[in-house]
């Protein structure tokens, strides 16, 4: 039996190489197909027998190289003057958080988290959609009435406030917007 040395950057009790490390952290992270299937997915393709925990650690050493740069990303999306934010309802370990992207010129970051983006104004663009449907599947205006209604409340509660807002409250425009002010 011959042992030689791992290569640097390579420990424990299987090592395996940087083109394999890379493989199972873009399917794990950029396929987003999950840990199990990333272990059967390299098992079927390469025919190579790795664990869900080599997975977790591909990944636990893509978070760790990320924190600098989504530190400094946040800083140039802090500084820029015009911002773009969307968010989407999403379930997250079975509860209810949101996807979202906050985006500036040439820059993007996507993320999910358990409450709401601060300072994004709630965009009824996405309740307006589900009334629609009815009001264009329905028989009748009658039948349609109570979707036609929901929208028009909908709508009055999107318009900005009328009411002489003090210098130091937030500012929150709609997001998406081509042009909008940030959030202060």
């Given at each position: ?5 791992a ?5 424990g009790p ?8 890379a ?9 987003q197909?999950g840990?199990k299937s990333?272990v ?11 664990s869900?925990?080599?997975v977790?650690r ?25 911002l ?9 370990a079975g509860e ?7 985006r500036a010129?040439g ?6 988290a ?7 104004r ?6 307006l ?12 205006q009658e ?15 999107d318009r ?16 998406n ?8």
């Open positions: 039996m011959t042992c030689a040395d290569p640097p950057g390579i420990s299987t090592c395996y190489g940087p083109n394999l490390r493989v199972a952290t873009l399917l794990a992270a950029e396929g197909i840990t990333t059967t997915l390299i098992a079927g393709l390469l025919d190579m027998e790795v869900t925990g080599f977790g591909c990944l636990s050493r893509l978070d760790a190289s990320l924190g600098r740069f989504e530190a400094e990303l946040k800083q140039a999306l802090r500084r820029s003057e015009v773009g934010a969307d968010e989407s309802p999403i379930s997250l209810r958080g949101y996807a979202y992207t906050v010129t820059l993007t970051r996507y993320g999910a358990g409450t709401r983006l601060a300072g994004v709630l965009c009824c663009a996405h309740l959609r589900d009334p629609q449907g009815v009001i264009g599947n329905a028989p009748d039948h349609a009435a109570w979707a036609t209604a929901a929208q028009r409340i909908l709508r009055e509660a900005p406030s009328r009411r002489p807002t003090p210098p130091d409250t937030p500012r929150c425009t709609r997001a917007t081509p042009g909008s002010r940030r959030s202060s």
